[in-house]
Nanobody
Framework: VQLQASGGGLVQAGGSLRLSCAASRLTFTRYAMGWFRQAPGKEREFVAAISWSGGSTHYADSVKGRFTISKNNAENTGYLQMNSLRPEDTAVYYC????WGVGKADSYDYDYWGQGTQVTVSS
């Protein structure tokens, strides 16, 4: 099983980025997907999650209203649309998959992890 995160980069405050998480050797329809991030010197934190069915989503308060998580089962890919980016959003972003998950915020619930993609927001 492999998760490949991509789409990170350097953007000015107020800008947008869309992260992708491509899954291989994994039946994506059976997995919840989560996005987590880790800034330098800080612990990994929850960002957003979507249930295996896609029917429910969950966001950290810090990104609510700015970020949108989605998954395309036909493409075996998940997405994190990030708008109105702030310097404090700067971090390495990781995607993760949870078998039959409901989209939880606890990283221990997730079975597989991608390698991370760097997001840098300049002020």
């Amino acid at each position: 099983v492999q998760l490949q995160a991509s789409g990170g980069g350097l953007v000015q405050a107020g800008g947008s980025l869309r992260l992708s998480c491509a899954a291989s050797r994994l039946t994506f329809t059976r997995y919840a997907m989560g996005w987590f991030r880790q800034a330098p010197g800080k612990e990994r934190e929850f960002v957003a999650a979507i249930s295996w069915s896609g029917g429910s989503t969950h966001y950290a308060d810090s990104v609510k209203g700015r970020f949108t998580i989605s998954k395309n089962n036909a493409e075996n890919t998940g997405y994190l649309q990030m708008n109105s980016l702030r310097p404090e959003d700067t971090a390495v972003y990781y995607c993760a998959a949870d078998h039959w998950g409901v989209g939880k915020a606890d990283s221990y619930d997730y079975d597989y992890w991608g390698q991370g993609t760097q997001v840098t927001v300049s002020s």
